[in-house]
């Protein structure tokens, strides 16, 4: 008993201690050394992955280990952190000072922001940035910030429509269609003369990009300092979905779960197209309809709206936390692992779709169809606003979209209410 | 409440008619099945292959397979995670019913300058919402380079565990006789004595609920793990096993194996202190 | 003289403490650990955030040194602004009407149901262990896996509930996509959750009411109800004053259940005011002036509920 309580008064006045001199502002970290030869670099490189830990990790730690053998004296300390608690938990540990990683793969929409705030070192003019011609411009762009460099593109992805060739053929069609109206015609005789549904929604403001992209609005105009997701465009955009959802060419989404119940229809059969990523199709693959006749799936650019087709870029980018001991080691980590052989390895084990251009080619990625099958989809891929304040614009728009789903509210004062919002997030911005 | 009785209705047993009786038992039984059912549905779910989770069907048992245990097992760092975990939450249970004990024992026989604070603060300590704490918490265990290591997690847990227990162990010291105290001082013993050696032993049904409280509070808390715990040779079982839910897919299959996978200790603790708990309120009634 | 008076007055007081250091001091070292510790982790952060509650702080303008990169401190003393914000947003008052009836609505059936089953399973019966464990049950799962398996159970396509409703003849119900029916299903979950605990609590009061009281009553020939009435509630209010108190504090903080089962949706319809501070504090750039002002809110919202409560049973005769 009194051992108990003499260590918990230590504890306590220990802590009191800690609050006497510090509010957690963080250690200052080291200075950055001067570059030294990469043969000579040493230390330990923490890497927070955000990928998927049964499928996609072990892969990324097969590619450690060609680095490792090649930088013998730089260690890696792999972690894989779930994605969804990434965010919350890099910027918790990066305030702080300790506990935060070397690297971090962080999503595209992160960027910025972290950026904004401090906690990223810029890469520009170190190892980390390595034959910067040879990436994508789309997303590259994701990785800078304020003219500078904070993130390397790891992989990129988009949205495209897949969609379910028997059903299609079925109900006449051997092409998907190209364009927004042809998605509704095309739904809606899939609908009446397969039995199944026409198309499946997921009700989260991202998959709504497609949309408001086609007619070309989108959530806010950045050089301006303009909000614009009630701009006649983006009106324009969201009122064709409701459309879809109210003519029945689009199935009664669900709110919860969206995603997986889209996904779960998808793949039974029960409808024939549906807006997703590469990501989805090894999932896509193993369901029902496609799991004995692979073919049956297709993979097509996003439907064209008035304006354009248009899909927001996704992906991640290698960042490195700017507190870090190990700059040295982890800029050369970040060179090696966004190298153009890397991605082709992994673009070819697991079809991730890489950042560089010669990665496309490469025997190694070739192999992959999936490589082919999303390339058309990738060239409708828009940039998307790399702001600090990104990350909050999604939230006012999902709860707007559910109300819109939910046929609760309609489209003009759906997207008043999230135009207000915004003016809330982004301070000073007009509409 | 110092002559605690035996159940109230004990002495009606012999009046109850068939009627009644059924009435009764159809009751609990439907309770039961409320109570039981989701549990019972997770388990279920868990033993069928994803390709059949992740369709519309609904038949309790189809394709029954252990392929969703394998896998969480075999490819996971179960029993790294599983380890941690009990060390945190047997370690948070054990000082969170000595430190709650002393606690409650000190509100229930004393009346002290500072009892009316003492009171408020455990109360107080409860409505702060745990969510805006993490960050200042977060920083103070980093101050203490405690971030990555175990003490971080105890502590933390102890201060939303402590506030309760020590509120249950008053009540629960409150139904113990002062005459007992009272007897312990005649013989000499110090408060601490009297404390240690005659009111604790009464006291076990109230310590084993401290402990089970402490114990799931810590087994089942995600939010602290997940910030404090940056290597994921030290993430706890709830952290751990929240890598199933990626980032555009949930593992369903894997997802109710684990859950099971979390369930089963707490439920076997659980068992275990539920028979201490039933046999020693009991006990304690008829006694006294 | 006046130097005595001096002196007896400056003696008085300490050997007052040494007094009371005497006859408190076991008391003292009693609750000092967790006084202290509690001290520590919650009234620093709790102090701070009064402080940061009346400035414009957030994740951008507190200053830091991050290896390279130093951020200047430029947040300013704005005084109440936030609360005024706060108080005079449009969603505070629908959020606030939801979380009350949320928190009401729970903890009533919490108690009713809970005391229900006790009272059930106060009497000698057969099987009384086991219906005893699988009541219990919901309580030895934790609240992450019990919120899961009610998003699954109630999903609208593949759950089973609608599964069943379907099998019976019925249509399905948007039980976490209609706004009504959402707010039916966390309520129902955090039932299921929350019964356990308040019967085990009212089982052991019940437990502790001495039985001759009911002999007697019988003998002066008062009906079940007046039993009930005059004899178990009023037996029991030492622990259903204290199980009450909490389970509304955990109740109107109830976090996990609504995050994970609607995640506050569909439309913001299920957000309870933690839920929603949450989002306000840590959705994007985070906001740590709005955040402490949250926390402060709700935690006086929660004080001053507690000290009518209090106050109404101290003129029951309760103590402190």
Redesign the interface.
Known sequence: ?RR??TS??V??????A??A??????D?????AKSAAPAEVSGTVTWWD?S???TEGPVFQEIIKDFEARYPKIKV?Y???????AR??F???????????DVLRTDVGWVA?FA???????LDGTPAVDKPEEFLPVPAASGKFNGKTYGVPQVTDTLGLLYNKELLKKAGYDQPPATMADLKKVALDVKSKTGAGGLALNVDAYFLLPFIYGEGGDFVDVQNKKITISSPQSVAGVKIVEDLITSGAAVKP????S???A???F??G?VAMIFN?P??NA?NL???VF?DNPDNFGVAPVPAGSVKAGSPLGGHDYTV????KN?DASYLFVQFMASAESQAKVAGKLGLLPTRQPAYSAPEATANPKIAQWQKPMETAVERPWI??A??LF?PL???Y??LA?G?TTTEPMLTDVATAYQG?LKGWSL | MVSPAAPAGAWSRDRRSPGRSIALHLTLIAASIVSVFPVAWLVLTSLKP??VI???SVAPIDHPTLANYT?VLG??RFLTWAANAVIVSLITAV?GV??SA?TGYAVSRFRFPGFRSVMWMLLITQMFPVAIL???I???M????L??QF?SLV?AYLTSTVPFCAWMMKGYFDTVPVTIDEAGRVDGLTP?GTF?RLILPLAKPGLAVAAFYSFITAWAEVAYA???M???DKYTLA?GL???????????G?LTASSVLIAIPAAVVFLLVQRHLVTGLTAGATKA | MTADVVATRRAAPRSGARRLLSRHWYAW?MT??VV??TL??VG?PLV?GVYLSLTDAT??NM?????????PSTYEFVGLKNYTDILTSAEFLGRLTWTVVWTVVCVALHVSIGLGLALLLNRPMRLRSLYRILLVLPWAVPAFVSAFIW?YLL????GVVNAMLRAAGFAGVSW????FW?KVSVIACNVWLGVPFMMLALLGGLQAIPRELYEAAEVDGATPWQRFRHITLPGLRPVSSTVVLLGTIWTFNQFPVIFL???G????ATEILVTYAY?QA?????NYSGSAAWGMVILALLVVMATVYRRALRQQGEAW
């Open positions: 008993m108990v309580l918990a008064a504890a306590a006045a220990l802590a009191l800690v609050t001199c510090g509010d957690g502002s963080g200052t970290g080291t200075a950055p955000t998927d830990a049964t300390n972690v894989n952190v779930p994605f969804a608690n919350d938990k910027k918790t540990a990066a305030q702080s000072g300790a506990g935060a990683p922001e904004s705030l401090g906690y990223l070192a810029p669900a709110l919860q779960d995603y997986t119940n996904e779960t229809a793949k039974d029960k990523g990501w989805s999932d193993g369901g029902k799991k936390y700017a507190g870090s700059l600090p304040e990350a909050s939230q999902v709860e707007g559910q109300k939910g609760q997030i | 994803r390709t992740e369709t519309a896998q490819e996971t000082l000595l430190l002393t993490i960050v200042p977060y920083n103070l980093a101050g203490l380079g971030i990555n003490p502590i601490f240690w997940t910030a404090f940056t290597g994921d952290v929240s890598q199933f839910v990626g980032q555009h897919k949930a593992e369903w894997l | 070292a000092a650990p202290i510790v520590v982790l620093y701070r994740e951008g200053g830091r040194t991050i290896g390279m990169n130093v951020i998003r999903n609208g396509e593949f976490l996509d209609d706004p959402a089962l609607t995640r949706g569909p439309g913001g989002r840590f959705e994007g750039i985070r």
